[in-house]
């Protein structure tokens, strides 16, 4: 069983970068066909997929956040992270991390959510 644990602050000032860690345990992410993707949901909003690592390493992006994000991994501790840099207020969400195999969006184990709020 797969499980996925997103870490990192919750309040974030604008402009600067917010860092989010995911710990997958349960399986590898070099696994070959995963996808390990960060999705946030705003307020009030549906979900939005930022952006995900393969199990290659290759890295994909929405392009509306492809010049703000970044996504990298720690195959030694089985975790993937996401940059997002000059946050705004806009970037408040709950930001997720999720799984997905064989295709980028088809996803099958998702965190629990972090809430990270964009804010002086």
């Known amino acids: 069983q797969v499980q996925l644990q997103e870490s990192g602050p919750g309040l974030v000032k604008p402009s600067q970068t917010l860092f989010l860690t995911c710990t997958a345990s349960?399986?590898?992410?070099?696994?070959?066909?995963?996808?390990w993707s960060w999705v946030r949901q705003p307020p009030g909003k549906g979900l939005e997929w930022m952006g995900a690592?393969?199990?290659?390493?290759?890295?994909y992006y929405r392009p509306s956040l492809k010049s703000r994000t970044s996504i990298s991994r720690d195959t030694s501790k089985n975790q993937f992270t996401l940059q997002l840099s000059s946050v705004t207020p806009e970037d408040t969400a709950v930001y997720y991390c999720?799984?997905?195999?064989?295709?980028?969006?088809?996803?099958?184990?998702w965190g629990q959510g972090t809430q990270v709020t964009v804010s002086s």
């Open positions: 690592i393969a199990y290659s390493g290759l890295t």
């Open positions: 999720a799984r997905a195999q064989g295709r980028i969006h088809r996803f099958d184990y």
């Open positions: 349960g399986g590898s992410i070099t696994t070959n066909t995963y996808y």
